[in-house]
């Protein structure tokens, strides 16, 4: 399975974002697709998360500005980055879990400005 980031880029505080990761097979109920982001000298953290039945969970640090979505035939998924701060600046993996095995997207680098 491949995942295929994109979205990326710079915008200054306060703009928006939307992040893309498709998936090269079509999800199934097993499948959960999680949005991390990883900065210099700290660990990938958890921003947000979307089950197959489009449950969402989301980091605290994110909540009430980002928001996570798939497309109707469930293979992409969005991230939606609002009210951006210059601390969300990351690069921004997403990541699948089938119930079996993991796969990692390469990263998009998001930098807000201040």
């Known amino acids: 399975v491949q995942l295929q980031a994109s979205g990326g880029g710079l915008v200054q505080a306060g703009g928006s974002l939307r992040l893309s990761c498709t998936a090269s097979k079509t999800m199934t109920s097993r499948d959960v697709m999680t949005w991390y982001r990883q900065t210099p000298g700290k660990q990938r953290e958890m921003v947000a998360l979307?089950?197959?039945?489009?449950?969402?969970t989301y980091a605290d640090s994110v909540k009430g500005r980002f928001a996570i979505s798939r497309e109707g035939a469930k293979n992409t998924v969005y991230l939606q980055m609002n009210s951006l701060k210059p601390e969300d600046t990351a690069v921004y993996y997403c990541y699948l879990n089938d119930g079996l095995r993991g796969y990692w997207g390469q990263g998009t680098q998001v930098t807000v400005s201040s």
């Open positions: 979307i089950t197959y039945s489009d449950s969402p």
